[in-house]
């Protein structure tokens, strides 16, 4: 969320703070993202998410947590091996 909170001022600069004209968007935002994680599938969230991508009939490659370009290229190219 600190990330977040940070990428948000970055781009929005004064117009999320306290009667911004973006600030009650911003709230919302955070709200939603704040549950992201742990919400249920009836919202937006990883697990409505998961149950999408399990859903699909076409394989799916994750590139999952921290990785450089070159990696996540390498990895790409020997998929589905």
């Known amino acids: 969320?600190?990330?977040?909170?940070a990428r948000e001022r970055d781009?929005?600069?004064?117009?999320i703070l306290p009667g911004g004209r973006m600030h009650d968007q911003y709230v919302e935002f955070l709200t939603w993202a704040e549950q992201y994680?742990?919400?249920p599938p009836t919202m937006r969230s990883r697990?409505?998410?998961?149950?999408?991508?399990?859903a699909l009939p076409c394989p799916v490659l994750r590139l999952e947590g921290v990785g450089s370009v070159p990696e996540h290229v390498e990895?790409?190219?020997?998929?589905p091996a």
């Not at 969320?1 to 909170?5: A, N």
């Not at 781009?11 to 117009?15: C, P, Q, S, T, V």
């Not at 990895?75 to 998929?79: F, G, P, S, T």
Request: hydrophobic letters at 40%.
């Open 1 to 5: 969320m600190t990330r977040i909170r």
């Open 11 to 15: 781009r929005y600069g004064d117009a």
């Open 37 to 39: 994680d742990e919400g």
């Open 47 to 54: 697990s409505a998410h998961e149950a999408w991508l399990a």
């Open 75 to 79: 990895a790409i190219l020997r998929y």
